[in-house]
T-cell receptor
Framework: GNSVTQMEGPVTLSEEAFLTINCTYTATGYPSLFWYVQYPGEGLQLLLKATKADDKGSNKGFEATYRKETTSFHLEKGSVQVSDSAVYFCALYSSASKIIFGSGTRLSIRP | DAGITQSPRYKITETGRQVTLMCHQTWSHSYMFWYRQDLGHGLRLIYYSAAADITDKGEVPDGYVVSRSKTENFPLTLESATRSQTSVYFC?????????????FGDGTRLSIL
């Protein structure tokens, strides 16, 4: 069945460092892919999405490219800020509006 | 304000008690979902609903009951709470299902069962 695997955390970086959070998926066909972010005490928010192979989703300085050859959707940001500290979830569209989530990666940014 | 709201935000109860978590959305979205979030498991789908009076099981439905008599409300009931149901519960909604529609989440209910 469909599944998502993302790198385990926590990930701790200094402010202005480069960020990569790895995500790979297993799926039938080419489902839409998502990154969600969860700030402390809040629900999940959609960060970015890509709907087909080679699409690049981007938002708030974050980017991820849908790579069907490597079945990956890695999240990147060139220069992180303290305000980026959160839990990040990779996810894929399954069926009937259902979404399958990865286990989440906690990111902490040091000033 | 438009959005999706969950109540209560925090709840402590005892094993064997019945507890209902409420979810209300103002967008008139067709689909609604209930998830639980536990360390090491990410989010797991409990139940979902495609429209009023249509509900279906997700990945972990045992011990839970849902109903959807109105489009905007989707309550989740634990009929006889157990300690293993201690978790953070999230409700979400989305427009009629296409792959491009994101899900919109509430802020969650933290439930502790003693």
């Amino acid at each position: 069945g469909n599944s998502v695997t993302q790198m385990e955390g926590p990930v701790t970086l200094s402010e202005e460092a480069f960020l990569t959070i790895n995500c790979t998926y297993t799926a039938t066909g080419y489902p839409s892919l998502f990154w969600y972010v969860q700030y402390p005490g809040e629900g999940l928010q959609l960060l970015l999405k890509a709907t087909k192979a080679d699409d690049k989703g981007s938002n708030k300085g974050f980017e991820a490219t849908y790579r069907k050859e490597t079945t990956s959707f890695h999240l990147e940001k060139g220069s992180v800020q303290v305000s980026d500290s959160a839990v990040y979830f990779c996810a894929l569209y399954s069926s009937a509006s259902k979404i399958i989530f990865g286990s989440g990666t906690r990111l902490s940014i040091r000033p | 304000d438009a959005g999706i709201t969950q109540s209560p935000r925090y709840k402590i109860t005892e094993t064997g008690r019945q507890v209902t978590l409420m979810c209300h959305q103002t967008w008139s979205h067709s689909y609604m979902f209930w998830y639980r979030q536990d360390l090491g498991h990410g989010l797991r789908l409990i139940y979902y609903s495609a429209a009023a009076d249509i509900t279906d099981k997700g990945e972990v439905p045992d011990g839970y009951v849902v109903s959807r008599s109105k489009t905007e409300n989707f309550p989740l009931t634990l009929e006889s709470a157990t300690r293993s149901q201690t978790s953070v519960y999230f409700c979400a909604s989305s427009e009629a299902g296409t792959a491009n529609q994101p899900q919109h989440f509430g802020d969650g209910t933290r439930l502790s069962i003693l």
